[in-house]
Nanobody
Framework: VQLQASGGGLVRPGGSLRLSCAAS????????MSWYRQTPGKERELVAR???????NYVNSEKGRFTISRDNAKNTVYLQVNSLKPEDTAVYYC?????????????WGRGTLVTVSS
């Protein structure tokens, strides 16, 4: 199973980005899909999580600016990020709990860099 994240880049403060992460491979089903982010010297932190049925959890500080969604038919999770701030600069990683065969395994994408700067 592979997770391919895309959509990062350089954006000015106040701008928006839409991150995507598509899962492929031997997938029976995907349970929770999440977005994390990490800056140098800090631990990877959860940004948002969405269940297969659409239940969403946000880290409180990001609620309102970040919107997570998914397309189960495409095995893809999205993160819409609005009103970006310089402190949002980070590598954004997607995570998926994948049922493959008889096991549930957590997979990580390689990350996509978001840089917020004027």
């Amino acid at each position: 199973v592979q997770l391919q994240a895309s959509g990062g880049g350089l954006v000015r403060p106040g701008g928006s980005l839409r991150l995507s992460c598509a899962a492929s491979g031997s997938i029976v089903s995907i349970n929770d899909m999440s977005w994390y982010r990490q800056t140098p010297g800090k631990e990877r932190e959860l940004v948002a999580r969405i269940s297969r049925g659409g239940t969403i959890n946000y880290v409180n500080s990001e609620k309102g600016r970040f919107t997570i969604s998914r397309d189960n038919a495409k095995n893809t999770v999205y993160l819409q990020v609005n009103s970006l701030k310089p402190e949002d600069t980070a590598v954004y990683y997607c995570n998926a709990l994948v049922t493959t065969g008889s096991r549930i395994i957590a997979y990580w994408g390689r990350g996509t860099l978001v840089t917020v700067s004027s």
